[in-house]
Structures are given as C-alpha cells and as structure tokens.
C-alpha cells in the first residue's frame, strides 16, 4: 500500500468532504437501530455553535424565495471541509424529506465574497471567512445562495473520510486513466498512483483518488464530475451496507450540531432512497482566469439553480400572462 498523504499547501486540498452529508445521510438510516439496541446515542458531543440558533434568516419578505425559504421539511446542511483555518472545501447538502431527494451544491472556495475591512487578495475569498466559526462561514454561502437558510454544519476531514470508507467496505469505481501524482515538497510528501479500470478503492485509495486533480480532459469540469460519480457510487453502497456498524464509525469522525431528533428524522424520511435520488450542481458563476483567480457567483444562474431545487416557477416577464 502507498504512504498516506496530508495536504499542506491548499492548491490540491481535495472537494472529498462533500460525500460527508451523503455517507451521513445513509448511515443515518441506522442510527435508529443503534438507538434500540443500545438505549441511546452520543453524536458528537459538545457543540460551541448551532446554525439553528446563531444565523439569522437573510431572505427579504418581497424575495420570490422567502415563502419557499420557510419550508421546515426541507433540511439545509454547510458541509465543510477546514485546512490551516481556510474552509477549502464548501458544499451545501438540501433534503427534501417530502421528496425523499438530495440536493448537493458546490461553492468553489475562490468565490469572491467581499467583507468590510477585508482588502487583501486572498481574504476575499469566501474560504477565508471561515476564522475558525463555521457560522462565519454559512452567512457568506447564505448570502451568495440569495438567502438559502442552513440549519446545521457537518465538518469532516481527509483522516474521517479514510476510516469512513474502510468501515463500509471501499467503495466500487471504474477508472477511466491511471491517476499517477507526486509532489515531494509536500509535508509529508504526496504520492497518488491507482491503476485504471473496475475496482474497489479502499479509505486509503479512496482519499488518494478524490486528491487528484490532473489529467483529466474537462479540467476542473472533469474532476467534479468524478467527484459526484464517486458521491453517488458511495451511497449506493451505503444502502446495501450494514448501516448501524457504520454509523458508530461515521459519528466518531464528523463535527456537527445536528441533532439525534433531526438525525432519527432523517433515518425515517431516507428510507427507499436509491443513488437517483440525488442530483448535483456547481454554483453558477463566472471564472476569471488570472490571479487571483476569483469566482463570481451568476445571481440569474444562482436564481435558476434554486427554482429547480426549490421547483419554484419563474416569475412572469413583465407584459406577458403567467401560465396557468
């Protein structure tokens, strides 16, 4: 087996933690079993922050969103991934408990996101207003998502992710290309090497594999894309697994405020769920293609992105009949 790897630098600090709320989600189908066997269950302990209680509802009561905002069988999670005090991975994890439908949205951690006081280059990113409070974080990606409410965080990092996958038994890929990598003046140093072609990757090869950024023909495109496949490949063998013995793994390697009542929630409402029962997106935006490399949120983008989510119709263009 290769040597594990941290990451150092940030430049190839992987989008990983978004199969955080997806393993989460599906693992908290067998919480309810814990629950019974053991009389009760200790998620996460202690807390110094709960969204639910610290961020204030940003949507104004004019907004087209507002009515649809307050939606409580809707459940919004900030997925976050923190490295040196930078929040270098941002995804937004939407449940519809009606729908039985996930909805996980990414937000590069480049986006410009402007903060008073706040001139340098690098601190306005929306990857530096974290400061060690995810609550930092969830006002700026409320903000940008046109007032999305989020009611709970789950933080995970790379070392939670390897022993997550190991405890549910790899996770299947077809690899299209060798994924060859190295960078000796990490610390430690970084190697990737996974053959292509139909395997199982371990927490080890698994982590390696979500590291990897080079090689593919989209770009960056391309790399998300296989992020989401390995997303989705993860769920699917979370519910064939034997749930209960994961979860015991899961909520000792998650940092989140989620409640044990929200997670029994959860369990019951993502029964029957299947991996089409999740849809992906990026956030809609505009890339500048220099440093310091911004990305500017498209509202009209970002505008469409919650219709769909939210399945809210557009508003009439002015001069013309609504549809009926």
Known sequence: MMKKGKESKGKSFAVYFGISFVIFLAASMGIGTLVHK????????????????????????????YEAFQDKNRINILLLGVNDGLTDTIMVGSFDTDARHLDLISVPRDTYYHRDGYEGAAERKINAAYRGHAINTARAVSEILLGMPLHYYVIVDY??????????????????????YSDPTDKPPLYINIPAGEQVLDGEHAVQFLRYRKGYSEGDIGRVKAQQEFMKSAFRQMLGFELPKVAKTIFKNVESDITLDMTLKMAAKAAGMDADSMETYLMPATYENEAPWYVYPDNAGIEEMIRTIYSIEAPAEEGTDAKE
């Open 38 to 65: 053991t009389g009760e269950i200790q998620l996460f302990g202690e807390t110094e922050e709960n969204l639910m209680d610290d961020l204030e509802f940003l949507v104004d009561a004019d907004s087209e969103f």
């Open 159 to 180: 070392e939670g992710i390897e022993k997550i996958v190991d405890s549910m038994g790899g996770v299947p890929m077809y690899i299209e290309f060798p994924m060859k």
